[in-house]
């Protein structure tokens, strides 16, 4: 049976995430050398490492252990298929509230971060052809989200810099795409109010939250040789967003 990432070098940012577990996973079985970075979900990393995959402890907040992270990544790897931005970190406040320390830990973990190791793991990226980079956004990127401006604009930013990045490194072929997992049940979204969770879906013609095994699946498919001329783009499941 074809495996789809068969031989295929994975690395992804937020392994012990509710869709970052379920990539882990489908990425193990679908024959790809998989390594994935998590920040305090010990116990569930070391389950995600049964798979053969490879967690590395890592706060994305911090530039300097970036640094390190991705020197020892380059000591490890010839050579990188797939980089997957997938870690995300909330600090939700109304502007009057907000602190610049809670403006400042979402813009780092969710954008700069994305930046920075894109451009650390780059000579990875171009020794095979092509590559792919994924960032994860958000509708909140695009529409705004009340309460939420450092999550909304880091959201949006990445979606930009997905798309600078595509037109930059395409002459490489380095294909750079953005998902919108839509809503997902999971630590970010465990503390929305029913009547907020009942409203999204009141909104949203499929009248679903989003699956992360399905959007899983779809990363997959994107990450395989079966995708090889689709660059710049941002694909929605947020049923909403059209
Ligand atoms: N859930 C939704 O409804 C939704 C909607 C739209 C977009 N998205 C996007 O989809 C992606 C996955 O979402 P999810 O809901 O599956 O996430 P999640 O379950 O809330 O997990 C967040 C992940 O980010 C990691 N993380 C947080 N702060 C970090 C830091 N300082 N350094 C390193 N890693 C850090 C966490 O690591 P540990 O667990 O190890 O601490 C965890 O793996 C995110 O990019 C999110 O913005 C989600």
């Given at each position: 049976m074809e495996l789809l990432l068969q031989d295929k070098t994975l690395l992804m940012t937020g392994g012990t995430s509710r869709l970052g577990q379920a990539l882990v996973r489908k990425a193990a079985r679908e024959g790809a050398r998989v390594f994935f970075t998590f920040f305090k979900s010990f116990r569930a990393a070391q389950e995600l490492e049964e798979t053969g995959a490879q967690g590395f402890s890592l706060d994305l907040a911090n530039v300097p252990a970036v640094d390190r992270f991705a020197a020892l990544f380059k000591e490890k790897t010839k050579g990188l298929d797939i980089l997957i931005h997938n870690a995300a970190a909330t600090a939700d406040a109304p502007i009057h509230k907000m602190s610049e320390a809670q403006w400042d830990a979402v813009m780092r973990v969710n954008l700069k971060a994305p930046f920075y190791l894109t451009q650390k793991l780059l000579p990875l990226l171009l020794r095979r052809t092509p590559s792919k980079v994924f960032t994860l956004v958000s509708r909140a990127g695009i529409h705004g989200l009340a309460g939420a401006s450092n999550y909304a604009a880091s959201k949006g930013g990445l979606i930009a810099m997905t798309q600078a990045l595509a037109r930059e490194l395409g002459?490489?072929?380095?294909?750079?795409?953005?998902?919108?997992?839509?809503?997902?049940r999971s630590s970010m979204t465990a503390h929305v109010p029913d009547e907020v969770l009942q409203k999204n879906l009141q909104e949203s013609?499929?009248?679903?939250?989003?699956?992360?095994e399905e959007v899983a699946d779809f990363l997959i498919y994107l990450s395989s040789d079966r995708m090889r001329q689709v660059t710049g783009q941002v694909f929605h499941f947020e049923s909403r967003s059209f």
């Open positions: 002459r490489e072929k380095v294909l750079v795409n953005a998902v919108n997992p839509g809503f997902m013609p499929l009248q679903t939250f989003s699956d992360p």
